[in-house]
């Protein structure tokens, strides 16, 4: 059984959003249950927006499930005034308990710069003071332990993956559990269920945002992360290219049909600014996501340059360089209502 006095420290320590002290002294958590190691008890959200309220559950929630031996957690809300209504509550909460918003980064086609696009993403999000995590879900060809410059290995807690940090984001990828140079030989529904576990069992703390770098096409991985984990949203990540378009149609269209929200879509080696010169050329077109994006009613959430520097820095581990995610990341945000 749980113990009483570590639930109540832990409860001890998360702070009432309107002041006054922690949720205990407030007297805003109450009612404290424990039964099977089921830790059970009231909250109330007087006065607290709906996404205040929402974080404020999160909080509490991964607080208790953190109480050695807490098998499970009842989180009863209740309101005497009904709840101020949220900014722009246009998303769905994410089936994922701690985490608010997954949002999928896609696309039909690969090479186009999807893992570029997401690892920049999240940490143009994180910038904006959220709290970010990335999940490679690549597990044939993951690139997000290169991109953030993370070499060393995930470690285990009570059981649970740790995603480790880096420039302000957690990150987990299946390249942080073994080596580079070991050929991943998964079935299809292995690698859905190894990107499963690594949502499900790991301890991603609170999270207003979980970016899924895909891999490229519509198989297996991504029907599962649509069916089973319900996205907030996806951005869609194309060239110009013809070629890349009509797969990012394709892409889209999956999306439509698991009923996931497509936020927009980025156009990613739009223009090429030569490092010597600084001349631009448009090696693989220009334009052609938003044109696609406008016909399908698709948002356009921006055009990133091929440069120079940005190879460099994703190579080196660097993200955070092109200055084009800062507005993609507020539209992404924009669009989960954050
Ligand atoms: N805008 C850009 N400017 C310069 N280089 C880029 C840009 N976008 C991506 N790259 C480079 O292109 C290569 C492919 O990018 P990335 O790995 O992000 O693509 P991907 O779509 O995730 O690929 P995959 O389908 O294999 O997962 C990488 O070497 C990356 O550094
Ligand atoms: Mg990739």
Same mark, same amino acid.
């Given at each position: ?97 701690? !985490? ?72 987990? @990828? ?54 089973? #984990? ?79 520097? #940005? ?9 955070? @360089? ?5 507005? !993609?990341?507020?539209?992404?945000? !924009?669009?989960?209502?954050?």
């Amino acid at each position: 059984m749980p113990d009483r006095e570590e639930v109540g420290a832990a409860l001890a320590g998360i702070a009432d959003p309107s002041g006054g002290g922690s949720v205990l002294e407030t007297g805003r958590a109450g009612g404290l249950r424990l039964k099977d190691g089921v830790a059970g008890l009231v909250l109330s959200v007087d006065g607290l927006t709906q996404d205040v309220a929402e974080r404020l559950r999160a909080e509490v929630e991964v607080a208790l499930r953190r109480v050695p031996r807490v098998t499970g957690v009842r989180i009863i809300l209740t309101a005497d005034k009904a709840a101020a209504p949220a900014g722009v509550a246009v998303a769905q909460d994410s089936a994922v308990p701690g !985490i608010r918003r997954l949002v999928a980064v896609a696309s039909g086609k690969g090479g186009v710069g999807k893992s570029t696009v997401a690892a920049n993403l999240a940490v143009a999000l994180a910038k904006r003071g959220l709290a970010v995590g990335l999940l490679d879900a690549d597990i044939y060809g993951p690139s997000v332990p290169t991109l953030l410059g993370i070499p060393g290995r995930a470690q285990l807690e009570d059981g649970k993956l740790l995603p480790m940090t880096a420039h302000g984001i957690k990150a987990l @990828s299946i390249g942080m559990m073994m080596a580079t140079d070991k050929a991943v030989i998964w079935r299809g529904p292995m690698a859905a269920s190894a990107m499963m576990q690594m949502i499900e069992q790991a301890n991603w703390g609170v999270l207003d945002i979980l970016v899924i770098d895909l891999p490229p096409g519509t198989g297996d991985i991504q029907l599962t992360m649509a069916q089973k #984990l319900k996205p907030s949203g996806a951005v869609v990540v194309s060239t110009p290219q013809d070629l890349a378009l009509i797969d990012a149609r394709r892409a889209i269209a999956m999306f439509n049909e698991v009923k996931v929200p497509v936020l927009g879509m980025v156009e990613n080696m739009s223009t090429f600014v030569c490092p010597h010169c600084g001349e631009r050329s448009d090696i693989f077109g220009h334009g052609g996501a938003a044109a696609l994006g406008e016909g399908l009613g698709v948002p356009f959430l921006g055009a990133v340059p091929l440069t120079m520097t #940005l190879r460099l820095a994703s190579d080196a581990g660097q993200p955070g @360089s092109a200055p084009e995610f800062a507005g !993609i990341a507020e539209r992404v945000a !924009i669009g989960l209502g954050l």
